[in-house]
């Protein structure tokens, strides 16, 4: 049998890797930028957070969401104070569509009702409801197209108010920072408009935080730095370093209903031991000042160039915008400096690096993109 041919492969074999840094099967040796897009929080193979893994795996590795499991408490407790919703509550789930899909449910079951705002350059996953308020219609197919959404653009506040006065939204949906999209970031004062205005037409604000949330934007959540509080906060990618684990965070505002959510692998152990090995390494090493310290410091210092159009991004979720086509300089980035970078369209290399990425691997990338520029 042959893999489902659906993902471009750069031909590198990763069998390695710690901090930020992996090694592939030739022993040659890589500065990791892109995080394995955005999930790498607290470094690869991080000590504690392996012998958090593996003394688990020796004690109980999986029970149903049937069973008490005190491991969903103290991750619901260390993450409130980490990110100061100590009055929200947590579901957890495997994936960032899936947190999505189960923030826009509900959002549906809150409201009554059925149509969902989402903007233009959205990618909110690839699920049926995710990728319906995902604004790219190649991976839309005519199954998933059947939702009630509307696009409206960034940052036009009139725009989401005419589609909400008609009254039948039940939710927005808004990236923290867009990602995919290319790096573009919702004003502070768009993001209070969204806050009001959704709490005027009583619909439910969702931030989807899954690839600028988790410390990468130099705040925990990138919307706090517009100082808004959302309903209902999607979160996965860092949340666990690697582990598959998602999760969304409710407002009071919601009645948890026996049976209105659930899964079968949310919140196991293996995934929550690993969840909360993150939020102490996160606290431990101060790795969301590092981010927005060592992250301004590489936009700060990216060479002029003509063919650089535009720097954009917070902490260590940046964007740098070309006015050509990324590829040949991503791949000189690659086999000839070693160094893995990211990218969002043609024309954008886009760094997700390890929250841990410190100066000097910062200066080595800055160094290396002088010399392809
Ligand atoms: C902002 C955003 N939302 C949702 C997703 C989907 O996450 P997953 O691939 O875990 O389903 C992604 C993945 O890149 C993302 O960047």
Redesign the pocket.
């Known amino acids: 049998m042959e893999l489902f041919d659906v993902y471009s492969l750069f031909d590198v074999t990763p069998v390695k890797a710690l901090g930020c840094k992996v090694w592939d099967d030739k022993g040659q040796e890589y500065l990791d930028l892109y995080g394995g897009?955005?999930v790498i929080s607290v470094g690869h193979s991080h000590p504690y957070y392996v012998a958090a893994i593996t003394e688990q795996l020796g004690k109980i590795g999986f029970y149903s969401n049937s069973v008490v499991n005190p491991l969903q408490s103290e991750l619901a407790h260390k993450l409130g104070k980490a990110c100061g919703y100590e009055d929200y509550s947590l579901f957890l789930d495997n994936?960032?569509?899936?947190?999505?899909e189960n923030a826009m449910k509900l959002a549906s079951f809150h409201t009554g009702k059925d149509r969902i705002i989402a903007f233009r350059k959205s990618?909110?996953?690839?699920?049926s409801g995710?990728v319906a308020v995902t604004d790219n219609p190649k991976i839309v197919s005519p199954f998933n197209a059947n939702h009630k959404v509307t696009f409206c653009n960034l940052n036009d506040a009139a725009a989401v108010e005419a589609e909400l006065a008609k009254g039948d939204v039940a939710g927005v949906i808004i990236?923290g920072i867009?990602?995919?999209g290319g790096i573009n970031l919702p004003t502070e004062q768009f993001l209070q408009d969204l806050e009001r205005l959704c709490h005027q037409y009583e619909a439910v604000l969702i931030l989807?935080e899954?690839?600028?949330g988790y410390g990468r934007s130099g705040k925990f959540f990138a919307h706090q730095w517009a100082g808004i509080r959302p309903d209902i906060i999607?979160m996965?990618?860092g949340i666990a370093n690697g582990f598959p684990c998602?999760g969304i965070l409710i407002s009071p505002k919601f009645e948890a209903v026996k049976g209105m959510l659930g899964t079968t692998f949310g919140g196991n152990y293996l995934a929550m031991v690993a969840a909360n090995a993150v939020l102490d390494i996160m606290e431990k090493e101060n790795l969301v000042e590092n981010a927005l310290q060592v992250g301004e410091w590489i936009k700060a210092n990216i060479p002029a160039s003509p063919k650089i159009k535009e720097v954009r991004g917070r902490g260590l979720m940046l964007g740098i915008e070309f006015n050509e086509p990324v590829a040949p300089i991503r791949k000189a980035l690659l086999f000839d400096k070693h160094i893995f970078t990211g990218v969002a369209g043609t024309n954008m290399v886009r760094l997700l690096a390890p929250l841990c990425l410190t100066m000097e691997q910062a200066k080595v990338f800055i160094d290396a993109l002088k010399e392809v520029l």
Not at 95 to 100: I, P, Y
Not at 123 to 127: A, I, K, L, Q, V
């Open positions: 897009h955005a994936s960032g569509a899936e947190s999505n990618f909110h996953g690839r699920t995710a990236e867009q990602g995919c989807d899954i690839q600028s999607t996965a990618k998602g």
